[in-house]
């Protein structure tokens, strides 16, 4: 019989991580692990991402990625210096997406140890990365390429079906099928789930298995539905409003998925001429290259966006777009004073060139924050969502005078009803489901509308349990 570990993203939405191994005639068990984030949000949390797996990764066999995010593929840096030499299979766009973001991670992480130490601001009093660029190199050797869609033999044991999910760029949901003397089990990964009618990517698919030993779900939204309104609308109102008071818009983003969205809404408005052209600054080095794949991978694409494309042939871009990559270009946004957009990241106020941005006009009631997307526990992002006075950014104490939006409208996770849909959509009823990927309450909230809308067999992943599927 295969087992099954939560070996992160159980009772909470980040550190994605998930162990099946088969029996194995003789004890020839084969370990595949799908997904291998990093742990973000609380000090607690981030612990987790020091400590070492229970098992040992040189006896992992395979790696399989659902998408490029963060906390689904941030820990593989430590995971291969730890001894994990096997390959790591991703669709084409998500092995291009993941090699900008882990060079990225690692970066970014060598940068605020460094800072900590200049500054003295760590808890810690050695602070000390938990990876650097050097660890990442060994990782991208390792990705290999498997489909965008249809089937794929990771071995004669593992066989996946790919689907969109329609969360950001070449995001999958995946389904298993794990193959041990003749008897086959289905275990389907929802990954992360994205929006319907959303622009720029297709709808999320359900996978279409006839047999479902267990499926893993994710919960982010699992308590709560997304706020209702024409995202087109909102983002127009608040940027008139804000370049009237003379102020300025800062929108913590990931360089991925979000900003591509938000030019995406920006560029309809000022195309319908439904707001003044202001310079938009995206304060990213990765973001120019993370927009040209989203519109380089064309099936991930819906029609809609397509059709922009034919007739407007830039439908990425701002009439007064700014791309900067060095440090020095992103501190020179500093000196202007007058209105303008700027996106950067990260998106949950963790860490990266938002943070100087914030520092710089948190303090001024004339500007405005836009967060777009989930806020974890514990982050300065969840922090301004919950009305924070005041902000913590390098050791000082930010006094919160801008507005503060939340535009659940830009979220790229699927809101309740929407995990529901895709549900509703299965061709048969799950043995067992398993709530991943979310808080407690939302995971709970979740699992008690699936008992009740369909009376499955619904629980809560926990933490390094094992199951047997
Ligand atoms: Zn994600």
Not at 61 to 81: E, I, N
Not at 139 to 160: N, Q, T
Request: glycine share 8%.
């Amino acid at each position: 019989m295969a087992k099954l570990t939560f070996l992160g993203a159980a009772g909470c939405v980040t550190g994605s991580k998930y162990l099946v191994e088969t029996a194995g005639p003789g004890g020839a068990s084969k370990r595949l692990l799908l997904d291998c984030g990093l742990f973000q949000g609380t000090d607690e949390l981030k612990q987790r991402n020091w400590s070492a797996l229970p098992i040992d990764p040189k006896t992992i066999d395979y790696l399989v990625l659902t998408h490029a995010h963060l906390d689904h593929t941030g820990w593989l840096p430590v995971l291969v210096r730890d001894g994990y030499r096997k390959p790591i299979y991703a669709n084409p766009a998500t092995i291009e997406l993941t090699e900008i973001l882990l060079k990225d991670s690692g970066h970014l992480q060598e940068e605020e140890t460094q800072h900590a130490v200049k500054h003295k601001w760590s808890r810690h009093a050695e602070p000390r990365a938990l990876y650097t660029s050097e660890d990442v190199e060994p990782v991208l050797k390792l990705l290999r390429p498997m489909p965008r869609s249809g089937g794929f033999d990771v071995s004669p044991e593992f066989h996946f079906e790919s689907y969109d999910a329609g969360h950001i760029l070449g995001s999958s949901s995946l389904e298993l099928t794990v193959t041990e003397n003749g008897k086959k089990t289905v275990v389907v990964f929802s990954g992360d789930i994205g929006r319907y009618d959303q622009p720029i990517l297709k709808d999320p698919t359900t996978p279409a298995a006839k047999q479902i030993d267990a499926l893993l779900c994710e919960s982010t939204y699992g308590d709560r539905e997304h706020e209702a309104g024409d995202p087109l609308q909102l983002l127009g109102d608040i940027v008139n409003r804000v370049a009237k008071r003379g102020g300025s818009i800062v929108i913590p983003a990931f360089a991925i998925g979000r900003t591509q969205t938000f030019m995406y809404y920006l560029r309809q408005l000022e195309n319908l001429q439904r707001i003044p052209r202001l310079p938009v600054y995206v304060d990213s080095p990765m973001a120019q290259t993370a927009t040209e794949l989203y519109l380089k991978y064309k099936e991930d694409h819906d029609v809609q966006f397509s059709r922009d494309e034919k007739n407007n042939g830039d439908p990425l871009n701002v009439h007064e777009f700014h791309l900067t990559r060095s440090v020095e270009e992103s501190k020179a946004i500093n000196d202007v004073k007058s209105p303008c957009v700027i996106i950067s990241a990260s998106g949950m106020v963790t860490g990266g060139r938002v943070l100087h941005h914030l520092a710089q006009r948190l303090g001024d009631a004339r500007n405005c924050v836009i967060l777009g997307g989930f806020q974890a526990e514990g982050t300065r992002g969840r922090a301004l969502q919950e009305g924070a006075k005041t902000l913590n950014l390098f050791g000082q104490v930010v006094p919160v005078r801008a507005e503060i939006v939340e535009m659940g409208q830009f979220s790229a996770h699927a809101g309740k009803s929407e995990l529901l849909r895709w549900l509703t959509g299965l061709q048969t009823p799950p043995k067992q489901v398993y709530l991943t990927h979310g808080e407690p309450a939302a995971a709970q909230s979740l699992q008690q509308a699936i008992s009740e809308k369909f009376r499955w067999k619904a629980c809560v992943a926990r933490y390094l349990d094992t199951v047997e599927i």
